[in-house]
């Protein structure tokens, strides 16, 4: 997954989901840009269907710009692909 997402999640997320705040118990703060394990992958497909579903972030906080989201969007979800791939192998 590329680094030059993290800031949308910079932007949109860690204001309430860092190492400090937690909000539902989800610190992305942390969370590495390579999915080598199981709750990494959890937690980026957590990631990945809040966003798409527009429960995350909140309407109260700033939203992403459709191109923004879109291209955050696509590489998470090609990212999850391979993940799952490269994980049910071993």
Sequence with gaps: FPEKHFTFLEKYC???HD???EKGKVNLEDLGFEI??????ELWQ????SI??????????KQPEGEEK????????????LARKS????
């Design 36 to 41: 080598s394990t199981l709750p990494e992958a």
């Design 70 to 81: 879109a291209n955050f969007l696509a590489d998470l979800a090609k990212t999850m692909v």
């Design 19 to 21: 190492a400090d705040t």
């Design 14 to 16: 860690l204001d309430c």
């Design 52 to 61: 798409n579903s527009k429960e995350m972030p909140p309407e109260d906080k």
């Design 46 to 49: 957590k990631v990945l269907n």
């Design 87 to 90: 994980l049910s192998d071993s």
